[in-house]
Nanobody, 126 residues
Framework: QVQLVESGGGLVQAGGSLRLSCAAS????????VAWFRQTPGKEREFVAA????????SYADSVKGRFTISRDNGQNTVYLQMNSLKPEDTADYYC???????????????????WGQGTQVTVSS
């Protein structure tokens, strides 16, 4: 199985930036899709962004387009989520997810992902 560990969460002011990291381990990652989801208490877990390890094609939720950027570092098996122009509504627990397959475009569905990290908290103050 793929193991995922998130880091980089914290407290930032509205309009600020934050960079989340998702470190993956477990055999090879030549055919892997990696995504970020977020969840607040009492709400459904929602899609944020996803990227195919092979090729680097990406998908974004409409709410974060133009503000968030997902990328990957092949050498360190790490996926990043650069979050700019943060808003209070971005406050949530952010989870990294993955699956050993290729989606075109990268899947926005929670059910497409088999492996999950434990999450990292992001709080944006107003």
């Amino acid at each position: 199985q793929v193991q995922l560990v998130e880091s980089g969460g914290g407290l930032v002011q509205a309009g600020g930036s934050l960079r989340l990291s998702c470190a993956a381990s477990g055999r090879t990652f030549s055919n892997v899709v990696v995504a970020w989801f977020r969840q607040t208490p009492g709400k459904e877990r929602e899609f944020v962004a996803a990227i195919n390890w092979q090729g680097g094609s990406a998908s974004y939720a409409d709410s974060v387009k133009g503000r968030f950027t997902i990328s990957r570092d092949n050498g360190q098996n790490t996926v990043y989520l650069q979050m700019n122009s943060l808003k209070p509504e971005d406050t949530a627990d952010y989870y990294c997810a993955a699956n050993r397959r290729y989606y075109s475009p990268p899947s926005t569905s929670l059910h497409a992902y088999d492996y999950w990290g434990q999450g990292t908290q992001v709080t944006v103050s107003s």
